[in-house]
Structure formats: structure tokens, C-alpha cells
């Protein structure tokens, strides 16, 4: 069965550092997300992102956070400027852009990421 | 902004009884409601979704209920087991745009022997 698959597991990093998590959706999807759980908190959403352009983003998604899809098959969400508050677990998503399950989410397993 | 709320942090019940979990919301442009099981370090799965134009869905042990009016929506797993235990989470979206969804806090059940 497909998955959304997302690299590294686990990021650890130094506050102020640039970190670049990465995602790899299903093969047929259009829509790419973003979300994050800090620890002891639900799930939020940081972004969403279809046809190479942000379709709508959270005031989380601030000027440090950034998205790309550098080539067909990857999406990537960069962090400029880690602060410990970024300490979270990172989860992609992604979904078709129509048919019958068009409105659900497949989720990736996340990348736990610790800023020091 | 508590849009979704899952009153119940944790639910516990016997293997081979019902479970039910619970989850209110206030925002009445949310039109698809989804559950997802999620277990330590992994990420959500999807496990069942409706729409706000039905008020009941069932896959195999899973049935979820909407009550629109109420703005309800449970989750009914029968026979639980123990594989079951986990903690599942209630989302929603709304139509248009980006479709994000909107999770509650969770709900960790535990299926005993």
C-alpha cells in the first residue's frame, strides 16, 4: 500500500540553526501538507501547498518556515532559524485533488525534531 | 481555539465490549469529519471519515455517527480489542481552499483483557 514517507526520523539541531525536513507523498497526490505536534499538544496545522504555490498557511508558518517541492517527487519544509520552541514532531501529509477519498489525509510518521 | 474538542482524555474498556469515543465542534462550516488511530512515534492513520450530508458511516467494527444539530460526532468500535488501543484523534475540514484539518486534543483508549 502507498505511504507518505518522511526523513530523518529524528533531527536533533542548535538553536538558530537552518534545518531542512523532508517528505516524499503518495505518487498520485496533489495536495502536500505540513503539521506539527508539540509534545502534550494536538496536531496543527503549519501549511498546505498545490500546484508549486502555498494554498493556505497557519500564523504558526511564519517567515522562518518556508516549503518547496524541489522536484517530483519530494516536498520539503525548511526552518531557517530553529528556536527551542520549534521542538516538536513534524508530520507530512498529502491527498488526491478528487474522487471519492479526495478528503483524506494520508500521514507520513513524522520526523521528531529537538533544538538545543 | 478549540474548533474540535475531545472531552475525554482516555477511555478504558473490556475486550469485546463497545467503545465510544466523542468529539464536539463549533465551527459550522466543517462538511468532512475524519478519525484517525494513532500509536507512540507513528504518525495518524486514517481510520474512518463522513460527510456532513450522511449521519452515519460503518467499515467493519467502525461506525461513526454525525448529529449535525448537536454538532456531534462519536465513534463506535465493536468488538473492541486490544490492538485497538491507541489514541484516536477527531478532525475536520471545511470545503475549499486548502482543506487543512482541524484536530481535537485525542482520546487514548485502552482495550483490556
Known amino acids: 500500500e502507498p505511504e507518505v514517507t518522511q526523513t530523518p526520523s529524528h533531527q536533533v539541531t542548535q538553536m538558530g540553526q537552518e534545518v531542512i525536513l523532508r517528505c516524499v507523498p503518495i505518487?498520485?497526490?496533489?495536495?502536500f501538507y505540513w503539521y506539527r505536534q508539540i509534545l502534550g499538544q494536538k496536531v496543527e496545522f503549519l501549511v498546505s501547498?498545490?500546484?508549486?504555490?502555498?494554498?493556505?498557511k497557519s500564523e504558526i508558518f511564519d517567515d522562518q518556515f518556508s516549503v518547496e517541492r524541489p522536484d517530483g517527487s519530494n516536498f520539503t519544509l525548511k526552518i531557517r532559524s530553529t528556536k527551542l520552541e520549534d521542538s516538536a514532531m513534524y508530520f507530512c501529509?498529502?491527498?488526491?485533488?478528487?474522487?471519492?477519498?479526495?478528503?483524506?489525509?494520508?500521514f507520513g510518521a513524522g520526523t521528531r525534531l529537538s533544538v538545543l | 481555539d478549540q474548533q474540535v474538542k475531545q472531552n475525554s482524555p482516555s477511555l478504558s474498556v473490556q475486550e469485546g465490549r463497545i467503545s465510544i469515543l466523542n468529539c464536539d465542534y463549533t465551527?459550522?462550516?466543517?462538511?468532512?469529519f475524519l478519525w484517525y488511530k494513532k500509536y507512540p512515534a507513528e504518525g495518524p492513520t486514517f481510520l474512518i471519515s463522513?460527510?456532513?450530508?450522511?449521519d452515519k458511516n460503518e467499515d467493519g467494527r467502525f461506525t461513526v455517527f454525525l448529529n449535525k444539530s448537536a454538532k456531534h460526532l462519536s465513534l463506535h468500535i465493536v468488538p473492541s480489542q486490544p490492538g485497538d488501543s491507541a489514541v484516536y484523534f477527531c478532525?475536520?475540514?471545511?470545503?475549499?481552499?486548502?482543506?487543512?484539518?482541524?484536530f481535537g486534543t485525542g482520546t487514548q483508549l485502552k482495550v483490556e483483557l
Open positions: 501529509a498529502s491527498r488526491r485533488l478528487a474522487g471519492g477519498a479526495k478528503n483524506i489525509q494520508y
Open positions: 505518487s498520485n497526490h496533489l495536495y
Open positions: 501547498f498545490y500546484n508549486n504555490e502555498i494554498s493556505e
Open positions: 465551527n459550522s462550516m466543517f462538511d468532512y
Open positions: 463522513i460527510s456532513s450530508i450522511k
Open positions: 478532525a475536520a475540514s471545511e470545503e475549499g481552499g486548502g482543506n487543512k484539518l482541524t
